[in-house]
């Protein structure tokens, strides 16, 4: 049981390029979450998943897309990357059949540099 | 937006003492709340969850919730040098997602 699992664990970029995380799930769970994490700025929640087929947009949606490819797998995408989007991205998972109560399990994370 | 206030710290206490750390929520209407420590260049990891106004107690640490003030803190007894991380709030988001606040930076000084 892996719980959530992330790759890469480490990305350089260029400005410009495209690149997609993933993130995969093993415990069933229903919601997925990707987030970004800067310095003196928390965890911010950049897109989330309900449930396989559906996505919604956290609080720092722009120059993300995301796929919930399955029940397990939720993908994050940069288009064309930008310095800004320079910071370590967790993925979560949590089974929220009911509103709280549950909890959020993190991958170990990926850390992105855009030069 | 919801927000999560907490103060950046660095927040410093001797081995041996009582680590207090503060969260305060906009949203009067949040129902659970959430603790999570982060130790650097790890992922965040659950501490302790509270949904009811009070203490709750999970062997060195209590999580106190007080909806009509809107503050949530958690206390570490007999803090450990190993209890040195960041501590994130986190509340639900009328079950959609969470909301973490910026977090508290804890050092435990041997």
């Known amino acids: 049981n892996a719980g959530v699992t992330q790759t890469p664990k480490f990305q350089v970029l260029k400005t410009g390029q495209s690149m997609t995380l993933q993130c995969a799930q093993d415990?069933?769970?229903?919601?997925m979450y990707w987030y970004r994490q800067d310095p003196g700025m928390g965890l911010r929640l950049i897109y989330y998943s309900a449930s396989e087929g559906t996505t919604d947009k956290g609080e720092v949606p722009n120059g993300y897309n995301v796929s919930r490819l399955n029940k397990r797998e939720f993908s994050l995408r940069l288009e064309s990357a930008a310095p800004s989007q320079t910071s370590v991205y967790f993925c979560?998972?949590?089974?929220?059949?009911?509103?709280?109560?549950?909890?959020?399990?993190f991958g170990p994370g990926t850390r992105l540099l855009v030069l | 937006q919801k927000e999560v206030e907490q103060n950046s710290g660095p927040l410093s206490v001797p081995e041996g003492a009582i680590a207090s750390l503060n969260c305060t929520y906009s949203?009067?209407?949040?129902?659970?709340f959430f603790w999570y420590r982060q130790y650097s260049g790890k992922s965040p990891e659950l501490i302790m969850s509270?949904?009811?106004?009070g203490d709750k107690e999970d062997g060195r640490f209590t999580a106190q919730l007080n909806k009509a003030s809107q503050y949530v803190s958690l206390l570490i007894r007999d803090s450990q040098p190993s209890d040195s991380a960041t501590y994130l709030c986190?509340?639900?988001?009328?079950?959609?997602?969470?909301?973490f606040g910026p977090g508290t930076r804890l050092s435990v000084l041997p």
């Open positions: 509270i949904y009811s106004n």
């Open positions: 415990m069933n769970h229903n919601s």
């Open positions: 949203d009067r209407g949040s129902q659970s």
């Open positions: 979560a998972s949590s089974d929220r059949g009911l509103a709280g109560g549950e909890t959020q399990y």
């Open positions: 986190a509340l639900d988001n009328y079950g959609q997602n969470f909301v």
